[in-house]
């Protein structure tokens, strides 16, 4: 499911996107997965259809989703490899951290804060 905060700062188009990322990385949402359609979840939500498309677009190009003629939208089977590869980032930065002396708490903090700042997607 879905949630906006209208308060937010983030426009809706990538709490949408991140949403599903979350929910696509965390192993929620699995492979072939039917997602909304752009209308339904933009009528849901309150919100334009081009909102909608827009974070779909987003992450049909990360690899994540994939429109299929007459199914749909669904969780594509690269979300495996995108869930494999960011394992493999992880470790890296944990090893990384580790070899420079600096501790989980600290790794945290610093890898927290890179993605924050990072505008690209994947800091998204």
Known sequence: ?????????????????SQFRSQILAGELLV???????RRLATDLGIAVNTVA?????LEGAGLIETRRRAGTVVAAGAD???????AAAISFANSMSGLGIDAAAALRLAKAALQSSSGPEGR
């Open 32 to 38: 072939g997965t039917r997602l909304p359609t752009i």
């Open 81 to 87: 490899d995108v869930q494999q590869r960011a394992h």
């Open 54 to 58: 827009r974070a779909y677009k987003e």
């Open 1 to 17: 499911m879905i949630v906006l905060d209208a308060t937010s700062a983030v426009p809706p188009y990538e709490q949408i996107r």
